[in-house]
């Protein structure tokens, strides 16, 4: 089993009108991230010893 102890979060939020639903928000942000890390799966290729995850093509574009 993993454990969570310690979470940080940046938030670039604007005006909050509502905070109750800011924090929701937020919270909810941090869980879905939180559940995505655990879930992810690493396949390695052991005769190249390379990773081989379908993501890891991806590029993000920085402009």
């Known amino acids: 089993m993993i454990r969570v102890t310690r979470v940080v979060s940046a938030v ?3 005006r909050i009108l509502n905070t109750k639903t800011a924090s929701s928000q937020i919270l909810g942000g941090v869980v ?3 559940g995505r890390a655990l879930h992810e799966e ?3 290729d052991h005769e190249l010893g390379r990773l081989m995850n ?8 920085m402009s």
């Open 12 to 14: 670039a939020a604007g």
């Open 42 to 44: 690493t396949l390695i």
């Open 32 to 34: 879905r991230g939180i």
């Open 54 to 61: 379908a993501m890891m093509d991806r590029r993000c574009s």
